[in-house]
Nanobody, 122 residues
């Protein structure tokens, strides 16, 4: 059974950092495209960062501040978030899809984690 479990969310002050983790089970993450998405209250879910077959995408709003990575030995993916802003506040979801993806859109991914809340506030 394919399962993704996020951790690492929380409350952080503006300018602070957080690292989100997403542990995969039931499949080998290395064989999949991976992505991080977020959804703020009243807004649609948006792609934050995705990685597929050597290509990495970052939303313009997070470029230079966020980094997506994967540890194949741990079958875990990460999102390192630095210089956090209040507008980064959202529920963050990890996602995976077997095969290639060509855009970083929610419709491109088939397996999802349960989400973890990130709140940036002083």
């Amino acid at each position: 059974q394919v399962q993704l479990v996020e951790s690492g969310g929380g409350l952080v002050q503006p300018g602070g950092s957080l690292r989100l983790s997403c542990a995969a089970s039931g499949f080998t993450l290395d064989d999949y495209a991976i992505g991080w998405f977020r959804q703020a209250p009243g807004k649609e879910r948006e792609g934050v960062s995705c990685f597929s077959e050597g290509s990495t995408y970052y939303a313009l709003s997070v470029k230079g501040r966020f980094t997506i990575s994967r540890d194949n030995a741990k079958n875990t993916m990460y999102l390192e978030m630095n210089s956090l802003k209040p507008e980064d506040t959202a529920v963050y979801y990890c996602a995976a899809h077997e095969g290639l993806v060509f855009t970083c859109g929610p419709a491109d991914f088939s397996s999802w984690g349960q989400g973890t809340q990130v709140t940036v506030s002083s």
